[in-house]
């Protein structure tokens, strides 16, 4: 009994101490490289506890502490050098931050931009560093990706390229699916789809040349399924798979693909009111008669509500998400996967384990915000 107590206390005590150290050493990382740690640990010692076995605990004594050690080496950040980053959509929002947070931490950064006279773009020159450009990029214009691309060969050199982050996005309003017109699918599709494949083609030359990096911006709703945004997540859940047959295939290049999926932070991807005004009127303009009667103008006119709803609940920190994209460029071994936000990997976890039934029945719970109901509705009740 006394020696299979010590033993006991041998197989969680040095786990334990390594996971310290782990945590420790990866404390500045992002939170779900902690989060993952502790699994790793508390899954070993669940199942040491029931194996109720010394024989199993002497197999996976030494097997945690490979893999805890592995785990460790293989989260060390690589050295900056001044490796060069692509950012799409610098204008605002994550990719505004990061470019910042990039630039501070000593990379070189091409910043592409929507408007390169427009505020976001005018702040960066003005706060960062020589080692940011700000490139005209919109990547719906082939012309523009191809002009970028020309640039950052001229300024990088011998260096190369280490990394892509595909982060421009749009939402669009929010609406029921059969209430969104096709010209909105389709530009979700041209710009969170479409344009981060062609920047992607345009660029990976030089990424296979750096074994560097591409990271994707997809979003939770690219794997959740959520009302009101068929178009901007059928665009991110485009993406998502992209990105995962992109990394099986330049895994021989020596090139890693990660993919973040946010939950809901604050950024301008929702636009302005006068953004929302035209796209509600589009929706008015291409309904037909019936459909427009079934759902009534007054609900259609509510859905901006539902961008107000989400304005709220989102996070104003972008933090978790920088630190995941930073991790995905500077890690030895990064994630295929990051879920930074809170709500980000149970809802997705969820999503993949769960029944479909349970699932369509705790998001109703969970979806609280429900508005009025279509006008055809109304009147059958």
């Known amino acids: ?42 899954l070993w010692a669940g199942a ?49 931050a990061l470019s910042k947070y990039l630039d501070e931490l000593g990379f070189t950064v091409f910043v592409g931009v929507l408007n390169e006279k427009g505020p976001g773009a005018e702040e960066l020159r003005r706060t960062c560093s020589k080692r940011v450009s700000v490139l005209q990029m919109d990547i719906t214009n082939p012309q523009q990706i191809k002009d970028a691309h020309s640039k950052v060969v001229e300024k990088v050199q011998n260096r190369g390229l280490w990394a892509v982050v595909n982060n421009a996005g749009i939402i669009g309003l929010p609406a029921d699916g059969e209430l969104i017109p096709m010209t909105n699918y389709k530009q979700c599709m041209a710009v969170n789809f479409f344009g981060a494949v062609e920047v992607t083609k345009a660029f990976l030359p030089l990424l296979r040349k750096s074994k560097g990096r591409l990271v994707n911006i997809s979003s939770m709703a690219g794997g959740v399924p959520m009302e009101k945004l068929a178009a901007y997540s059928s665009s991110k859940a485009a993406l998502t798979m992209f990105s995962a047959v992109m990394r099986q295939e330049l895994s021989k290049w020596g090139v890693k693909v990660s993919v973040i999926q946010p939950g809901g932070f604050k950024t301008s991807i929702a636009g302005t009111s006068e953004m929302w005004n035209k796209l509600e009127q589009d929706i008015l303009d291409n309904l037909t008669p019936e459909v427009l009667e079934d759902y009534g103008q007054d609900y259609i006119l509510e859905q901006r509500d539902y961008l107000k709803f989400i304005s709220r609940c989102a996070n104003t920190d972008m933090s978790p998400v920088l630190l995941d994209i930073r991790h995905a460029v500077s890690a030895k071994s990064p994630f295929a996967f990051y879920s930074p936000g809170p709500m980000a990997n149970p809802m997705l976890c969820f999503v993949s384990f769960s029944p479909t039934g349970i699932f369509d029945y705790f998001s109703k719970k969970l979806h609280h915000f429900r508005g009025s109901m279509p006008k055809a509705l109304t009147k059958q009740a």
């Open 48 to 96: 040491y506890l029931l194996s109720l076995s010394l024989f199993w605990g002497w197999v996976l004594f030494p097997l945690s502490c490979f893999l805890m050690c592995a785990y460790l080496s293989g989260h060390e950040f690589l050295p900056v050098d001044q490796k060069a980053v692509l950012i799409t959509g610098g204008d605002s929002g994550f990719g505004h």
């Open 1 to 42: 009994m006394s020696t299979f107590s010590e033993t006991a206390w041998l197989c969680l005590a040095v786990p334990a101490a390594l996971g310290g150290i782990v945590l420790y050493k990866l404390k500045k990382s992002p939170g779900q490289v902690g989060r993952k740690v502790v699994c790793l640990a508390g």
